[in-house]
């Protein structure tokens, strides 16, 4: 019986004869690897896998394993990753990003080395790469040593202004990603520093380019829908507000969800919070808060301690709107996460008991 992975797939160095001996190998590194190979080598034609939680309620998923790998397949074609690639698992295995990296190893043969998920997860290393993902405080605090991978996707949370500024002067070739756990991980990429300009890879841009046999629109309250019948047999409507470029690309403009009405004024959070990130040095979102008079009134939650003139200083940069400029700005030592590492806001806000 021929194995369910390619024939010049290794991990962390060694290569199997068997599904059953890399089975047994993956025992000796981690729980998590090892009964996701077994969920991935059994006859089953689904997997059921988390959602992040960032958005809401974390909740179980059903993904064709045959869905999975044509997202493997599409990713190895786009970054003309074929057999023999080395690539470096840092994310959660328990997670779609996590699981996506050893489908991607398996279905196309690459030499993937898996290390324990942290928030510096090159900072014992010194192999280089060809390709690796990871969430942008990962990225943030790998900066020194980034030159390891070739090839970067992040997900799992926005690129801040202060760190696309930082990835401008790396050599490694970065690239943001738009997905989620029902997309089984990213269905369009956006090239985000100069380096890099291979013939296969989109040049820095301000917009995400969607990976082949994807089709997108949008709905009537501006959301982006997605058909990618490769990878999914429903069109997925998203709460992501967008502009389309073209019929292949768009451009993130914030979540619907977020969008703050302030005594009738629509405000998107993600577009003022580009505005101040030139300004707010630490972590930090604008959200609504209940107001008797507005309806909501917008606020800015700082990670940190407090920074009492910073409020004064936001209206004298002369950055936002008259309407952008937060009623308030609250201080919390440190935001809720979930186990992904995305800020959920409402739970942060909570914690401020400011009735949201």
């Known amino acids: 019986m021929q194995n369910k992975f390619h024939l010049h797939f290794k991990l962390n160095d060694k290569s199997f004869s068997s599904e059953i001996e890399l089975c047994n190998y993956a025992k000796e590194i981690s729980l998590e690897l090892s009964l996701f190979l077994e969920d991935w080598f059994n006859d089953k034609k689904n997997i059921i896998v988390k959602t992040s939680g960032s958005t809401g309620k974390p909740k179980s998923i059903q993904l064709s394993k045959e869905h999975m790998v044509n997202s493997a397949k599409a990713t190895g074609s786009y970054f003309n990753l074929g057999a023999s690639t080395t690539a470096l698992l840092c994310l959660p295995i328990n997670y779609i ?35 690796s993902a990871m969430v942008p405080l990962q990225v943030e605090n790998s900066l020194s040593n980034l030159e390891l991978i070739k090839k970067l996707i992040v997900g799992g949370g926005v690129i801040s202004a202060s760190l696309h500024q930082k990835l401008q002067n790396v050599s490694t070739s970065v690239f943001a990603t738009y997905g989620m756990t029902e997309t089984i991980t990213h269905i369009a990429l956006k090239k985000i520093n100069e380096v890099g300009r291979e013939s296969t890879l989109a040049y820095k841009q ?60 629509k405000l998107n959070p993600e577009q003022i919070e580009n505005k101040l990130a030139k300004l707010v040095s630490n972590r930090f979102f604008v959200a609504g808060v209940k107001d008797q008079k507005l309806g909501e009134k917008l606020v800015l939650v700082v990670e940190g301690s407090e920074q009492p ?26 935001f809720i996460e979930t186990a992904t590492g995305k800020v959920q806001r409402t739970k942060s806000i909570d914690v401020l008991q400011l009735g949201v």
């Open 97 to 131: 990003a996590g699981k996506m990296m050893l489908v991607r190893a398996l279905t196309l043969g690459w030499h993937l080395d898996v290390i324990a998920s942290s928030s510096k997860p090159l900072e014992n290393l010194s192999k280089t790469y060809d390709f």
């Open 206 to 265: 301000n917009f995400y380019q969607c990976l082949p046999n994807v089709s997108i629109f949008i709905d009537n309250r501006n959301c982006l829908v997605i058909k990618a019948p490769s990878i999914s047999e429903e069109i997925i409507f998203t709460n992501d507000v967008v502009q389309l470029v073209s019929s292949n690309q768009f451009e993130w403009l914030g979540r619907f969800d977020n969008i703050i009405n302030s005594g009738g004024i």
């Open 309 to 334: 003139m910073l409020l004064e200083e936001i209206k004298n940069a002369r950055i936002l709107d008259k309407f952008e400029i937060p009623k308030n700005i609250y201080f919390i030592r440190n």
